[in-house]
């Protein structure tokens, strides 16, 4: 199923060790944190020896990843992740991608695993009883670990029937690669559970947590977007159709969605939550079988951590904070993976603690911190059931009778924008993400078919924050919100709208100005008065943001940054009226 394309030419183990893992030079030669990681995990260890590291080097090794090796220049280096798993990210020879190369537990030179996968499956076949009624995977993972411990182990029991055939199946086959070595039975379980539980070659990219995007184009290697190093191609590669179209159905069968000729298109969502897009043949994609899996954190980006990545700035998220408390209808607007949904995510922080919220998803990405939150995702027709169908429109419908304090749309496509607007008319507080790369293209979407809002609708609207991945001063990509604008109103006499930016971001200084800062519509004109705000003293409202931001910026330095810790600060101090 595919194969690996290593950047460079492997060493033989054997005979650079002899035998010993440890009795080389190349491992006096490690740190010692890498010393460590390879006497807990020796396949670490026997894949530096398989480097050319007298060409290369030795690579770097960073228990932690941090945001500061973006700037790394010359990339050779190694962490750890999850399940005794390790990446190798290093530089492409000839000058293209950097490599991304995962490090998997392997087996004892001498076995060979697809043998020794094809009589474990075998050995399996024989009771089919263990699996019923293990429906999760938690629960097929467990009984598949229990099974491995009784085909494995070396003494025979009187436990069962069952156990005591399979037993003499293994005496019978010992010589074939089942009489293992604890190493080689840890082994087995990790590469029977990756394969029929999780995800098969792409499961060290799925349990890596600084992967955002991972992609198969068609014929050549998996591509991700990480976190830290961005564009990155792995050193696995598919070069035949057979085994990308094989690959891509097994993919589709397990996340119980299959693909045919007749619907070569699917999306649909992993248990992590991650939203993955198959494309099945070549009659659809020229290049052969192709998929995309966005990945999304279990815990959500808080909106500190966005100001100390650089996405906006202290006086921003002020300002939004005090938006939405007001009950401001926002729109985070911008291209695909620009960061519009993590943003999202990031303010619902300050929507009231004891707000009932409802969100509306075709997937569900949204993440919202509150107890009180009605999460509804839309469901597909099932084929030959007319009318089985629930779509954006009918859920958002549904939930105008829910009595919501919040509603949150995951984003507006279609004909569920007019009742979103028809929501905000009645007083509904609104947040929704949307494509658009500007304000007037927003509105020109907006107002335009399929969407038909009414032009003097679009007033509700009153903040559009538009999200963007730009080009930073010193050449990397970054992503920003580059704007901050508030909808003024509508002249239907000049068929116009007037709308104000309030923070954009300079691209030559990687910083924010308030532009509106002592001119803002919505802070002096509409926020201000319902805070009990005199007109004469209106602008004493910069000074609530000022003083926010300070706030913000003084949590971020005490270590208040994890999601659900910060919502929880803001909620108290909301409670107690010092935010």
Known sequence: MGGFNYPFELDDVEQAHGGDPFACTLYKMLPKPMQESTRENVHLLEYLHMVPVNDVGIPEYFPVLSGKLKDKKKLNLIYPVEGDIYIHIMEDPEGGRAFYIFIEPKLSSGLDERDLIREVEMLLMDYPMEFEGADTPEEQKEVLLRLLDVITQDQPTDESGLRAFLNKLIRN??????????????????????DKIGMGVLDPMIHDDNIEDISCSGLGPIFIEHKVFDGLQTAFIFTEEAELDTFVLRLSERIK????????????????????????????????SNFTIRKFSEIPLSLLELVNFGSLNYEMAAYLSIAIESGMNIFVSGETASGKTTLMNAITVFIKANAKIVSIEDTAEVHVPHPNWIREVTRAEKPGQEGTGIGMFDLLKAALRQRPDEIIIGEIRGEEGLIAFQAMQTGHSCMSTFHASSVQKLIQRLTGSPISVPKTYIENLNI????????LPNGKFGRRAVSISEIISYDSAADSFSFAEVFQWNPVTD?????????????????APMRGIPPTKKRQIYALVKRRARILEKLSQSGVNDYYEFYKVISKAQREGIF
């Open 173 to 194: 086959k010992s010589d074939k690669g089942l009489h293992l070595s604890a190493r080689d039975k840890k082994v087995l379980k990790y590469i029977i559970i990756r």
């Open 257 to 288: 969605k299959p693909v045919t000729f007749r619907t070569p298109v699917v999306d649909a969502v992993l248990p992590d939550g991650s939203r993955i897009n198959i494309v099945y043949g070549t009659d659809v994609s020229k290049r052969g």
């Open 464 to 471: 559009v924050v538009i999200q963007s991945s730009v080009r």
């Open 511 to 527: 910083e924010f100005d308030f532009v509106g800062e002592n001119n803002s519509y919505l802070l002096e004109y509409k926020i």
